[in-house]
């Protein structure tokens, strides 16, 4: 069964910095994109940034732009989002989620962790 | 940059009977449209692909249709566990961007 597990969410304050980590199984992470979708509270849900299978490619929303780097360990089937700069208008629960580059739809996601911006 | 509207935001509907949501995009996307579903509290569920291509699992009761600036989510003969909401989401072009959802709620 494949499952993604976010973790790295939590409490930071405005200009502060936090690193998620999405840790997949029950697939080979290496032969996937891989995005990260957030939604603020009672908001829709957001694309936040993709990177293809080997890295090579990534893309970002203005929203995030210069501020979110998404990376990925394939060795430890393992990917990143390294934010900076955080402001309260990135509070939101994170997904990491398969797919988005080629085949541009999310075939699985995670539960999902809760970023909040705040001081 | 694509915009992707959905209507109507709530639809109200009794078990057993039929539910209609459409998504508008602001230019075309093809077919490279995809619906999700989201109880809450939960992640999204990929209910289709392709504008009418169901995920594996998906019951028959749902469907989709549409091409080019407009797609139709149908859920025939509503079940207590198809009360949610749902997404769309275009990924003909960057950024990839979802509608604003269709709540769907017991009348």
């Known amino acids: 069964e494949e499952q993604l597990l976010e973790s790295g969410g939590g409490l930071v304050q405005p200009g502060g910095s936090l690193r998620l980590s999405c840790t997949a199984s029950?697939?080979?992470?290496?032969?996937?994109?891989m995005t990260w979708v957030r939604q603020a509270p009672g908001k829709r849900l957001e694309w936040v940034s993709t990177?293809?299978?080997?890295?090579?490619?990534?893309f970002y929303a203005d929203s995030v732009k210069g501020r979110f780097t998404i990376s990925r360990d394939n060795s430890k089937n393992t990917l990143y989002m390294q934010m900076i700069s955080l402001r309260a208008e990135d509070t939101a629960v994170y997904y990491c989620?398969?797919?988005?580059?080629?085949?541009?739809?999310?075939?699985?996601w995670g539960q999902g962790t809760l970023v909040t911006v705040s001081s | 940059e694509i915009v992707m509207t959905q209507s109507p935001a709530t639809l109200s509907v009794s078990p057993g009977e039929r539910a209609t949501l459409s998504c508008r995009a602001s230019q075309s996307v093809s077919s490279n449209l995809a619906w999700y579903q989201q109880k809450p509290g939960q992640a999204p569920r990929l209910l289709f692909y392709?504008?009418?291509t169901r995920a594996t699992g998906i019951p028959a009761r749902f469907s989709g249709s549409g091409s080019g600036t407009e797609f139709t989510l149908t859920i025939t003969s509503l079940q207590s566990e198809d009360f949610a909401v749902y997404y769309c989401q275009q990924y003909n072009d960057w950024p990839r961007a979802f509608g604003q959802g269709t709540k769907v709620e017991i009348k």
């Open positions: 989620a398969k797919g988005g580059f080629w085949n541009g739809y999310f075939s699985s």
């Open positions: 392709g504008a009418s």
């Open positions: 029950g697939f080979t992470l290496s032969n996937y994109a």
């Open positions: 990177i293809s299978s080997d890295a090579g490619g990534t």
